[in-house]
């Protein structure tokens, strides 16, 4: 059974960082390009990242390039999200998601992805 877990949500200022981590079992990471999404109140789902199976390429959304940065650790079966001068409108609810396919456009869309965590909530207060 796959199982997507995200960690590292929290309370956090205007400005400040947090790390997110997406902790994967029951798959083997290294077969699949994983990503972060978003979820705010009253929102659709949005697309933040991806990164690709072996880490070498990553593509953002514009509004998170310079403050957010996607990486990997394939031996930990971990994927993470270090967010960096957090705005109060960076706050919602992260999901993570793997899928087989490196595509930002796909990914960008977001509707179809393999498989899906339940989230960690980030809030940011101003």
């Known amino acids: 059974q796959v199982q997507l877990v995200e960690s590292g949500g929290g309370l956090v200022q205007a400005g400040g960082s947090l790390r997110l981590s997406c902790a994967a079992s029951?798959?083997?990471?290294?077969?699949?390009?994983m990503g972060w999404f978003r979820q705010a109140p009253g929102k659709e789902r949005e697309f933040q990242a991806v990164?690709?199976?072996?880490?070498?390429?990553?593509s953002y959304v514009d509004s998170v390039k310079g403050r957010f940065t996607i990486s990997r650790d394939n031996a930990k079966n971990t994927v993470y999200l270090q967010m960096t001068s957090l705005k109060p409108e960076d706050e919602a609810v992260y999901y993570c998601a793997a899928d087989p396919i490196y595509d930002p456009r796909r990914w960008g869309a977001g509707n179809d992805m393999d498989y899906w965590g339940k989230g960690t909530l980030v809030t940011v207060s101003s």
């Open positions: 990164i690709s199976r072996g880490g070498t390429r990553t």
């Open positions: 029951g798959l083997t990471l290294s077969m699949y390009a």
